[in-house]
Every structure is written in C-alpha cells, then in structure tokens.
C-alpha cells in the first residue's frame, strides 16, 4: 500500500482511489459520446437515481467507485462518488473543478468526464453526495494488472510509457498538473490503451507571477511517488517546474512496472514517511540486471528520474526520445494487450 500524505505535518496512510494529437480547447464541455445518456449528462440532467450500480470498482478516503449502467439506455460507465460530510469540504464545487481540470484536455490518454451528476433521493445516496460521470476502461489500472501479471516485459513497458506521456504532454500543454501519478491512476483498456485519471488533486497552473506555482507543491499526494522537489518543496522554494513532478511520477510507474514491486526501497521495506524521503531525496537508482533493460530504457529511466528537476526532460521532449519513438508499435501495443488479457 502507498503511503498517501495529505499534510506535511501529520503524515497519514491513505487508499488511493483506483478509477477505472491535443484537440480540446481549455473549456468547460463534455467529451463526444454517442449515447443518449451522455447527451443527457452534457445538459446536466442526469441524476444518481438514473443509474444502477454494478461493481465496486475502488474505494478510498471520502468517496468509491462503481461500475454504473445507464438504467434507459444501458450504457456503462464509471461513477466516481463523492460522500457529503466527509472532511468537511465542499464536494460539489471539488466535483466541478475536477471535471473542468479533466475536460481541459480532450486526448484520448485522459479518462473523459461527461458530467457532474448530483444524488437524488435514494437510498444509494446520502444527503450531500455529488459524483464524476466517466467513461469505463475495462481492463483496470496497470496496479491491477501487474498484481496479476507480474513484471511487464519492455515492450508493453514501452507502450505505457509512450502512451502516457502523450496524454501528461496535452496536459501540460493546457497547463494542468496531476500530481498524482502513478501505477494505480493509469488505467489501460482491453484493447491496450492506456488514459490518465483520478484528478482529484490536480492543479492547473497560472502563467508565472512572482510566487504562483506555489499552489503546485501543496503537500497531497501519494508520498512514494513524489519528485525530490515536492517532497522539499521549502529548499526549491518557487522556482521548480511544477510539470517535471509529473514526469518523475511516470518514471517510478515505468520502473516499478518493470520491477514488479516499488523500486525505490529495497523489496519488503516499509514505506515510512523518512524512508521514503531518504530514498527519494538522496538515494541512488537501483541497478537493474544485465540484460534485464536496453540501454534506450535505461536512458530514459535516468531522464525521467533526475534528482535535478531543471534537468528532467518535458513530457513533450521525453515522446522524442528513443525508447519510445524507436518502438515497434504494433509489437509493443501487442504486448500489452496480452498482459491485460491474462495471457
């Protein structure tokens, strides 16, 4: 389990939630869909009650996940719940900024919102409660698939890498932050692709003005994945790419993926607060067998792991590197549907 910090100065253990070309323009619209309830959702109309629910696809702290099917259409979804009265927040207006953040970005490597749908009365539903609309990847997260499948071979490993640094480059691009990355918030479908979620903590970033990145470097997040710069926020003050705490993010996914266990401390350790800050502050890459990576991997692990956030490549430059450009589509994409399948 990762260790979830929500304050720097009372560091706790959370559950993540695990939710199942850059053409959008930064408003606020629904993703095109061909159902009737996505028409629906677009003109806000749709309502808890409209829906039955399936599966529990994840739960965490304040809210779960639920496979949801359309009761008049059929159509399937995920429902991403928020439960009123839970921390004290307010969650519709946290149900509308993440929806804006997500629908800022219309790639097809981002999870698609269709709407802020709010409880009805029911016994579903607790006063208070306000939920996500999203589209379902069936195949699940790559936390999912790799407790199954194991380590991924470099191939699939490639395919995930190039994937989501296609989406992190469009959200950049739109200026909005995850800062959540990691195995369980990328989710990949049966037929191998792989879209960005969860953004509950997400940020976009306003152009810079003397100290606004700040925002950008709240301590939330899931600790053993953060970047160097966030977990020191106070010794980089302002001045750290806010975007290069996203590639870091990916790198540990890519490497963890590969290792098939959390890479930066040694296999069985637990993931304290100091442990995790020592090893990410100051500790060393661990090796990797002979043979076990390619030299293009091995590259681009140490690109995207750089301790010096001033020389850890954007999402945008990373999609130019060889690792990823110098693919074999086909086979990587391949490879990556067999791990989703089971086979």
């Given at each position: 389990?990762?260790?979830?910090?929500?304050?720097?100065?009372l560091?706790?253990?959370?559950?993540?939630l695990?939710?199942?070309?850059?053409a959008?323009?930064?408003?606020?619209?629904?993703?095109?869909?061909s159902?009737?309830?996505?028409?629906?959702?677009?003109a806000?109309?749709?309502?808890?009650?409209?829906f039955?629910?399936?599966a529990?696809?994840?739960r965490?702290?304040?809210?779960?996940?639920?496979?949801v099917?359309?009761?008049?259409t059929?159509a399937?979804?995920?429902?991403?719940v928020?439960?009123?009265?839970v921390?004290?927040?307010?969650h519709?207006a946290?149900?509308?900024?993440?929806?804006?953040?997500?629908?800022?970005?219309?790639?097809?490597?981002?999870?698609?919102c269709?709407?802020?749908v709010a409880?009805?009365?029911?016994?579903?539903?607790?006063p208070?409660d306000?939920?996500?609309?999203?589209?379902?990847?069936d195949?699940?997260?790559?936390?999912?698939?790799?407790?199954r499948a194991?380590?991924?071979?470099?191939?699939?490993?490639?395919e995930?890498?190039?994937?989501?640094?296609?989406?992190?480059?469009?959200?950049?691009?739109?200026r909005?932050?995850?800062?959540?990355?990691k195995?369980?918030?990328?989710?990949?479908s049966?037929d191998?692709?792989?879209?960005?979620?969860?953004?509950?903590?997400?940020?976009?970033?306003?152009p810079?003005r003397?100290?606004?990145?700040?925002?950008?470097?709240?301590y939330?997040?899931?600790?053993?994945?953060?970047?160097?710069?966030?977990?020191d926020?106070?010794?980089?003050g302002?001045?750290?790419?806010?975007?290069a705490?996203?590639v870091?993010g990916?790198g540990?996914?890519?490497?963890?993926l590969?290792?098939?266990?959390?890479?930066l401390?040694?296999?069985?350790?637990?993931?304290?607060?100091?442990?995790?800050?020592?090893?990410?502050?100051?500790?060393?890459?661990?090796?990797l067998?002979?043979?076990?990576?390619?030299?293009?991997l091995?590259?681009?692990?140490?690109a995207?792991?750089?301790?010096?956030?001033?020389?850890?490549?954007?999402?945008?430059?990373l999609?130019?590197?060889?690792?990823?450009?110098?693919?074999?589509?086909?086979?990587?994409?391949l490879a990556?549907?067999?791990?989703?399948?089971g086979?």
């Open positions: 389990m990762a260790l979830t910090i929500r304050e720097r100065r560091p706790q253990l959370h559950i993540s695990d939710l199942p070309s850059c959008g323009a930064a408003n606020f619209r629904a993703a095109p869909a159902t009737s309830a996505a028409a629906a959702a677009r806000g109309e749709l309502r808890m009650s409209d039955d629910r399936v529990v696809l994840g965490g702290n304040g809210g779960a996940v639920y496979k099917v359309h009761r008049r059929s399937v979804y995920a429902l991403k928020l439960h009123g009265g921390g004290g927040g307010d519709g946290a149900a509308a900024t993440e929806a804006d953040v997500m629908r800022r970005a219309a790639s097809p490597h981002v999870v698609r269709h709407s802020v409880a009805a009365a029911a016994a579903t539903s607790c208070g306000v939920a996500l609309l999203l589209e379902l990847v195949g699940g997260s790559l936390a999912s698939v790799a407790a194991g380590a991924f071979p470099e191939a699939a490993v490639a995930v890498a190039a994937q989501a640094l296609s989406g992190l480059a469009c959200l950049h691009a739109r909005v932050v995850h800062r959540d990355i195995p369980g918030n990328l989710l990949v049966v191998g692709e792989v879209k960005i979620a969860d953004f509950g903590i997400a940020k976009v970033v306003p810079r003397g100290g606004e990145h700040r925002a950008a470097y709240e939330e997040g899931t600790a053993a994945y953060m970047s160097p710069e966030r977990f926020s106070e010794l980089h302002d001045g750290a790419d806010p975007f705490a996203d870091w990916l540990v996914t890519v490497l963890e590969l290792m098939a266990r959390y890479p401390l040694p296999a069985g350790q637990k993931p304290s607060w100091a442990a995790l800050m020592c090893a990410i502050c100051f500790g060393e890459l661990p090796p067998p002979d043979g076990a990576a390619s030299p293009e091995r590259a681009f692990l140490a995207c792991l750089h301790k010096d956030h001033t020389k850890r490549p954007s999402a945008a430059h999609l130019t590197h060889q690792f990823v450009a110098g693919r074999n589509v086909a086979a990587s994409k990556l549907r067999r791990l989703v399948a086979a």
